[in-house]
């Protein structure tokens, strides 16, 4: 993984003296929380409901042991002793004190960390495929990329203030494991006539309103990648509306403008763009690379695993993926327990993976879109090891990709900007879907859910999706069907009127019934709901 070399370090270090003087200006009276809101934005803190909220980066979702292990640390000194991972691969902490803000990025950036770029109107943490670097299936790498991307994009002066935040993810397989075309911009890096370059694609995104991003180039050389994405953000940056942030973001420029117009526009500027010289020189791609390169994996291990134990064996099943590498495999930690709040770890939790990664997966960690964490270089021969040290901490529940494995956002529990709760839902849900049995014949049931219109929760990429809104003081609970965030990404249909919080789990239910009656051999839920359309579903919800 990435190091920081002494450029990185001296931005984090001198961003958190910055940060420090500005809070001790607020404290004082020095600063009026108008003034001081853009200052803490930058840094990733948010003013919540009840307390302030410290977002940290994770870029493209990888982090060492000793990262991992200051994550832990940090949520028991200065939160209430846990964590929340995000849809964005990032950390949350949810009850951080003003005065002590400064102080845990001093302790982030002890480790090559920070909350830079978290939020404001700036290029996001940048996102990749959770398997990135050990999938059988990738072209490539696409982390280099990516870490290429995040020194492009920290700081870029004429992207610090867009009309939005601007999201971009990175893949290199076939499988979209990262929701790719949801993004503002997505890059699918592919092999064509031997060498590496890019798909692009503009213009996705969930919100207020969701749109799958389209194809606006089919390749683009590794060499061209960044000054095309620059163009792609000038031209978003100069026409992108600054009067209706509801309208701010490049999927409505692109959907207004139409795709064929706004790729015109973008070749203009790309084709300017290759007079000014700013392509990185392939120096710095070659000098990222090898902090890629496969680690020191043992030859000749065995691909066994005991399966004597049926609760082992059925984690192994469903948590377990394969990895390119003989010998070895990809163990998905779920954090989704019966009746929990998904994404949230203790302190014990996320020490407890630090330590499990740096025993057994090469001091490496991945933290994934969808809420879990990901050891990405296990020995098949430690799958066991491994297992009963999660059982013991209560994070080894079978469930990836099952209805179990539910997203959702922190909701009106913690989110200033929420309209309902969505933790209450989730664990509800839970609940009503814990038995094992009925999962595993449920089959890959992907259900989302989101406090409000921003999508934090990604409900509209839910096979089943939900969305909290406000109907006259009262939380109601919108359902939607058929949304996916893979190759065959596409946006949930609403059902019709939304229900109490009791009534969406009630209508789940129907939903999923209605499913195992009507499908076909070898159909997933998504299969079944778009051969037969959403009509007998509606039929089933409503009578």
């Known amino acids: 993984m990435y190091r920081y070399d002494s450029y990185d370090q001296s ?8 940060f420090r003087d500005q809070v001790q200006r607020r404290l004082a009276g020095q600063l009026t929380e108008d003034q001081f809101k853009p200052l803490r934005l930058m840094n990733g803190l948010y003013l919540q409901l009840h307390a ?6 994770i870029p493209y979702g990888t982090l060492s042991a000793k990262q991992m292990r200051k994550l832990g640390e940090i949520a028991r000194k200065y939160d209430k002793g846990y964590g929340h991972f995000t849809t964005r691969t990032n950390l949350q902490y949810n009850w951080i004190k003003l005065a002590d803000a400064p102080d845990i990025l001093a302790e982030l950036a002890t480790v090559e960390m920070h909350a830079i770029q978290t939020s404001g109107n700036c290029i996001r943490n940048i996102s990749s495929d959770q398997y990135a670097g050990v999938a059988a299936d990738e072209v490539t790498d696409p982390r280099p990329w990516a870490e290429l991307l995040r020194q492009w994009s920290t700081f870029h002066p004429e992207f610090t203030y867009l009309p939005r935040k601007f999201k971009i993810a990175v893949i290199a397989a076939e499988e979209d494991r990262a929701a790719m075309r949801l993004h503002d911009i997505g890059l699918k890096l592919i092999s064509r006539d031997g060498q590496i370059g890019a798909e692009v694609y503009a213009g996705g995104g969930m919100g207020r309103t969701p749109m799958v991003a389209p194809l606006i180039n089919e390749f683009v050389t590794e060499d061209e990648i960044v000054p095309y994405l620059e163009a792609c953000l000038r031209v978003y940056n100069r026409y992108g509306r600054r009067d209706n942030k509801y309208k701010a973001r490049i999927k409505i420029l692109v959907h207004e403008l139409g795709v064929e117009e706004y790729k015109r526009q973008v070749e203009e500027e790309f084709a300017h763009m290759r007079t000014l010289g700013l392509n990185p020189p392939r120096e710095e791609l070659a000098r990222i690379r090898p902090f890629f390169a496969n680690p020191a994996y043992e030859q000749g291990l065995s691909e066994d695993i005991d399966r004597s134990d049926p609760a082992f064996a059925l984690w192994v099943d469903r948590q377990v993926a394969a990895h390119k590498q003989p010998g070895y495999a990809i163990v998905n930690i779920s954090l989704k327990p019966r009746g929990g ?9 996320i020490e407890l993976v630090a330590d499990l990664a740096e025993r057994y997966s090469l001091d490496e960690l991945r933290v994934t879109h969808a809420q879990n964490l990901v050891l990405p270089h296990v020995k098949k021969a430690d799958l066991h090891a ?3 040290k999660l059982d013991e901490a209560g994070l080894a529940e079978a469930n990836l990709d099952l209805i179990g494995d539910i997203i959702a956002c922190p909701g009106l529990d913690y989110c200033s900007l929420a309209n309902a709760r969505s933790i209450p839902l989730a664990q509800k849900l839970s609940e009503r879907f814990a038995d094992a049995g009925r999962q595993k014949e449920l089959g890959e049931l992907k259900v989302k859910i989101s406090g409000c219109i921003n999508a934090c929760g990604h409900h509209h990429a839910g096979h089943i999706g939900v969305l909290g809104v406000d109907r006259k003081g009262v939380e109601n609970f919108q359902l ?9 990404a596409a946006v949930g ?3 019709g009127p939304g229900f109490s919080e009791d009534g969406v789990v009630d209508a789940i239910e129907k939903v999923t019934d209605l499913y195992l009656a009507e499908r076909q051999e070898g159909e997933r839920f998504l299969d079944t709901y778009r051969r037969l ?3 007998p579903f509606k039929e089933a919800i409503y009578g």
């Not at 931005?11 to 910055?18: G, K, Q, S």
């Not at 709040?341 to 939790?349: K, L, M, N, V, W």
């Open 493 to 495: 249909q609403i059902t």
């Open 386 to 388: 491994i297992w009963q």
């Open 11 to 18: 931005i984090v270090d001198a961003r958190v003296e910055e």
């Open 480 to 488: 939607s069907l058929g949304g996916s965030g893979a190759q065959d």
């Open 533 to 535: 359309g959403m009509k």
């Open 52 to 57: 302030y909220m410290l977002r940290v980066a």
């Open 341 to 349: 709040i998904p994404g949230d770890a203790s302190a014990e939790q």
